[in-house]
């Protein structure tokens, strides 16, 4: 939900909750990589939009019945301070991130998670560092995003007081987003942690930070592929299964508009993430 240094996360709590409390919320914090546009000597980690480079034997990701998918984004790992992280990035190759974003249909296919038979409308790619790659032009109809290089800074991150992380700490067994009888859901806090940062922003790992409802619950409800409703214990296993791989705000930079100021998700478990299975990660995205 938001992003900042520990102290600041420590300081705004005491101002708003019992220091006991304040102290269990602390722990829950996750440290992020936030990815910025790179300025001056800034050390480049990726960019957003520009060309992929792809290895010769892989193909242009694509969309059964639709075409192909845009590029949004590239991460190199080994710039990545992913020491600092609490997820099993790889520790070197380049990720790549393809979204079926509307421009050969005018928007009419939507990629959305509840919807099984588009899943295929976004896509992660690891490149290993020892296999040879080039950049690949963009496919017909397809026209690039500017390219935008990103630098990359760690912050702790904090999730929506609804969170099952944060459930389970403060409420557990109450149903999943529901405002707990507890000073976390107060709507002093709320406010205070919304003024605090409302900027979604480019990240990798870390708490997500929803544009409306949490993202897991989203990927959950998919995965589930059942109307469970939110006091349903199966949700609320299946979407703590869930972490953060990526997410990639709008950016004017890029001319990258998703919906109405929205984001994109891309989210994997973590064993997934361990064996380098990219290809199931579930992605998902929310706008205003």
């Known amino acids: 939900m938001t992003h900042g240094s520990r102290d600041d996360f420590r300081s705004l709590a005491l101002q708003h909750l019992w220091p006991e409390v304040a102290d269990q919320w602390i722990k829950l914090l996750r440290p992020g990589v936030r990815l910025e546009a790179a300025v001056g000597s800034d050390r480049v980690v990726g960019r957003l939009g520009g060309l992929p480079a792809l290895p010769a034997a892989s193909a242009w990701p694509v969309w059964e019945g639709h075409g192909p998918l845009s590029f ?35 928007g009419d296919a939507l990629v959305l998670a509840e919807d099984r038979e588009s899943w295929a409308g976004a896509r992660v790619l690891h490149v290993p560092a020892d296999e040879q790659a080039a950049e690949h ?29 944060v459930r389970d700490a403060f409420a557990p067994g109450a149903p999943l987003g529901n405002r707990y009888d507890h000073p976390v859901c107060s709507q002093d806090f709320l406010d205070a942690l919304w003024e605090f940062d409302e900027v979604v922003g480019h990240q990798i790992g870390g708490h997500a930070h929803s544009v409306q409802n949490p993202v897991e619950i989203e990927i959950a409800e998919a995965v589930l592929d059942c109307e469970a409703s939110w006091a349903d214990p199966r949700l609320s296993e299946e979407a703590g299964a869930w972490v953060l791989l990526a997410q990639f705000d709008s950016e004017d930079a890029a001319d990258m508009m998703w919906g109405d100021a929205g984001a994109l998700y891309w989210l994997i478990r973590p064993e997934d993430l361990a064996a380098r299975r990219f290809d199931r990660a579930m992605f998902t995205w929310q706008c205003s």
């Open 72 to 106: 949004v984004a590239s991460v190199d790992c080994a710039s990545l301070p992913a020491d600092a992280l609490d997820i099993a990035l790889p520790e070197a190759g380049t990720l790549l991130f393809f979204y079926f974003d509307g421009q050969l249909d005018d």
């Open 137 to 165: 032009e963009a496919p017909a109809g397809l026209t690039p995003y500017p390219a935008v290089p990103l630098t990359a800074r760690v912050e702790m991150t904090a999730t929506e007081p609804w969170h099952p992380s």
